[in-house]
């Protein structure tokens, strides 16, 4: 009998550890899951709240999910990996602190009263000052304790230690740092909006308490140009400048944003646009309708930061091949505030197509660099078809120039438009040019070409009028192909100089041949192109950009007009 209980309760005993083993191997897989699936609902509900109070804020806050250097929170105090942090003012909070910070910070103002109208006291944020920053006080440096310390102003910039921090420097008033010229004040913005509604339109009164050297500078930005600089850049001038002045044009057009300079005085303001040619010429264009508006007393000077591929205009005016934050932003709008005055020519190209029933209207584009038509406007057509596909993947200026590179060989191999000479006219002032064996034929205004080149220049070992961008006059050669453009690319090889004018016309007679004007390619059948002169744009210049390059190149220049004018 207690053989028989013994033996049922032995199976009974299995089964329940079986049960048991089953029931926690189940919670071990179930837990786990539950406890992640929970975790991504609060992550997710917690990033919806920070988002919500982002996208609601009165400060350009960006989420930053891992800080560059060691940062506190200026709520809290608490040293923070990732968290918020302010384009304009630059104020650092954790997430949890972001109502906090909301209440007790005001954000950059980008319009109010000011101390009497012309002037404001000093903005003064705690904590995560600047490395290698010095207090004004005991010209000491700040920011070096491991812990919330020390003080900058978010308009001057001026950085403060906490004991040096007194009564006195709080109520102080502030002049706006170092780019005070650049700057346009929160107090003068006011200023002017009691002045229109009053309709009083001479802001020169006005601006004459900001003293002589003042030029108020408005960015344009493209952040889609090139390598994808663009919003960090943006960040890094809201701090500096006001943020009224900083543009974004994928956000807004140069039309609209050209409309702050109605609210300064009378050819004072200063632009610089960030991206490429392309970018540039964009903005080129809307000044022009300013002009046409009757509003030439407000037209800005421009400048250029290059953010772009080929970035030949900004070579040109001595801003450099390309920008790759490789300078400190402070460097750049030093340059600007030390730039020259230079004007650039622009010009008409009209293209029309051959025919007597023909109803197309005539394309008209409006030129700043080059036209071509040739071997480089089939690279340029290859490539834009290429990144109308995939845009994703040419966010590089090293891959777009792989890609140019490609191309180029490519045509070296096939030859898609040799014997141009014979399906071509060309015609310079009115006069008829006997073309050569040729592949190409290029019009250029500036002194660059196909990302560097000084193409008028060649090797430099032969006597040659002057190229200037400022002359009304184009330079005219012609290429042998794509090999010949890459031997004169690196000094091998000189172009075939067809001549300078002032009018240029070029008459395609049969065959479809790709063309260019600035960059933006096309294919075209018969037709006839036809530029002339259009206005002049103001431009800055800066100097300090020089290589060794441009030097021998004009010294060769001097040297070959010396000698022709001896032979003369």
Known sequence: MDKGKSSR??????????????????????????ITLWCSFRRSRR????????????????????????????????????????????LCVDEGCLKKAERRFLCKEIMTRGEGGVSMVHRWIRGNVPLCSYCVVCKQQCGNQPKLCDYRCIWCQHTVHDDCMQNSLKNETCHLGEFRNLIIPPYYLFSVSQMRKDKKMDYGKLASSYGQHWTPLIILANTRSGNNMGETLLGQLKILLNPVQIFDLTKTTPAKALQLCSWLPFNSARILVCGGDGTVGWVLDAIDDMKIKGQERYVPQVAILPLGTGNDLSNTLGWGAGYAGEVPVEHILRNVMEADGNKLDRWKVQVTNKGYYNLRKQKVFTMNNYFSIGPDALMALNFHAHREKSPSLFSSRIINKAVYFFYGTKDCLVQECKDLNKKIELELDGERIDLPNLEGIIVLNIGYWGGGCRLWEGMGDEPYPLARHDDGLLEVVGVNGSFHCAQIQVKLANPVRLGQAHTVRLILKSSKMPMQVDGEPWAQGPCTVTITHKTHALMLSHSGEQTDDDVSSVSEQELAKDQTDEDT
């Open 47 to 90: 990033q919806g709240l920070v988002q919500d109070i982002l996208r609601k804020s009165k400060h350009d806050w960006q989420y930053v999910d891992l800080f560059s250097q060691p940062t506190y929170c200026c709520i809290c105090s608490q040293h923070i990996l990732q968290g918020a942090f302010c384009n304009c003012c630059g």
């Open 9 to 34: 309760l032995i199976p009974s005993s299995g089964l329940l550890a079986e049960r048991s083993l089953a029931f926690w191997t189940l919670c071990s897989i179930i837990v786990p899951i539950l």
